[in-house]
T-cell receptor, first 116, second 112 residues
Framework: AQKVTQAQTEISVVEKEDVTLDCVYETRDTTYYLFWYKQPPSGELVFLIR??????QNEISGRYSWNFQKSTSSFNFTITASQVVDSAVYFCALSEEETSGSRLTFGEGTQLTVNP | DVKVTQSSRYLVKRTGEKVFLECVQDMDHENMFWYRQDPGLGLRLIYF???????EKGDIPEGYSVSREKKERFSLILESASTNQTSMYLC???????????FGQGTRLTVV
């Protein structure tokens, strides 16, 4: 069975601080996909990034970076020089291709508050 | 522009009523999902469907059923609504396991 754990329920930082959101996953599959989504106060979920299980390269996109480590089953997300607009709930998710269909499981989410 | 549309933003229903939440996507996606979102619990998967008339239970299917008669439409049914089903319900669709999911705007259901 697949599972995603985001142990940090809430994080509060001051603007310009760096912040890392943790994500740990469990799966029995060798082929799987990991995602991060952002849910701003408006409520609509926004896709940020996808990683497949064969690609352990870290990725950087502007102030965002992601660290995927299969050895520790983690897919952590770092925001550098945080801004107030980064305040949102962030979700990590795991997708597997099961015998029947593609189950997509989310973590509990981390509420990030960036204070001016 | 891709779109997942949920029929209602807000619903208020009485205990014991049968409730239908409708979701339509216009992207010809194979997979569709229903989640409920509660504070501190994240998005919990209720049911998903990978093809017309095919469905799989998620993590919390009790008290719910689903219907997918057409590829673009995925309905969530509360057979007999209870107050503990008061929640935000989110529908999503995706092309495949490797594709990102697209979400509807959510339905805030209150059962009184």
């Amino acid at each position: 069975a697949q599972k995603v754990t985001q142990a940090q329920t809430e994080i509060s930082v001051v603007e310009k601080e760096d912040v890392t959101l943790d994500c740990v996953y469990e799966t029995r599959d060798t082929t799987y996909y990991l995602f991060w989504y952002k849910q701003p106060p408006s409520g609509e979920l926004v896709f940020l990034i996808r990683r497949n299980s064969f690609d352990e390269q870290n990725e950087i996109s502007g102030r965002y970076s992601w660290n995927f480590q299969k050895s520790t089953s983690s897919f952590n997300f770092t925001i550098t020089a945080s801004q107030v607009v980064d305040s949102a709930v962030y979700f990590c998710a795991l997708s597997e291709e099961e015998t029947s269909g593609s189950r997509l499981t989310f973590g509990e989410g981390t509420q990030l508050t960036v204070n001016p | 522009d891709v779109k997942v549309t949920q029929s209602s933003r807000y619903l208020v229903k009485r205990t014991g009523e049968k409730v239908f939440l409708e979701c339509v996507q216009d992207m010809d996606h194979e997979n569709m999902f229903w989640y409920r979102q509660d504070p501190g619990l994240g998005l919990r998967l209720i049911y998903f469907s990978y093809d017309v008339k095919m469905k799989e239970k998620g993590d919390i299917p009790e008290g719910y059923s689903v219907s997918r008669e057409k590829k673009e439409r995925f309905s969530l049914i509360l057979e007999s609504a209870s107050t503990n089903q008061t929640s935000m319900y989110l529908c999503a669709s995706s092309l495949s396991a490797r594709s990102e999911a697209f979400f509807g705007q959510g339905t805030r259901l209150t059962v009184v």
